[in-house]
Nanobody
Framework: QVQLVESGGGLVQPGGSLRLSCAASGSTFRLYTMGWYRQDPGKQRELVAI???????NYTDSVKGRFTISRDNAKKTVYLQMNSLKSEDTAVYYC????????WGQGTQVTVSS
């Protein structure tokens, strides 16, 4: 069983930045594929960014050039640096891990508003 604990959400003005963190349990973190999804009420959960065990990354088109996903295997943590935030980035952001089985965090709210 893998537990994921997100932090770093909050309220930010348009154009601002936030960094989300997700701390994972388990001794084989370095083998996990990690990612961030987001969900707005009434909408489907969508992939934001994903990072493989080897460090390869992929982003949804709407965040390319603004968001950066990274991982620190020693700290068993994945990060999502979000810059130039827009109102449409407002959502609950969920940390995701896959190592055969999929795991989800509890979610952290990101609100972009003036």
């Amino acid at each position: 069983q893998v537990q994921l604990v997100e932090s770093g959400g909050g309220l930010v003005q348009p154009g601002g930045s936030l960094r989300l963190s997700c701390a994972a349990s388990g001794s084989t973190f370095r083998l996990y594929t990690m990612g961030w999804y987001r969900q707005d009420p009434g909408k489907q959960r969508e992939l934001v960014a994903i990072i493989g065990s080897g460090g390869s990354t992929n982003y949804t088109d709407s965040v390319k050039g603004r968001f950066t996903i990274s991982r620190d295997n020693a700290k068993k943590t994945v990060y999502l640096q979000m810059n130039s935030l827009k109102s449409e980035d407002t959502a609950v952001y969920y940390c995701y891990a896959r190592f055969g089985v999929e795991y989800w965090g509890q979610g952290t709210q990101v609100t972009v508003s003036s």
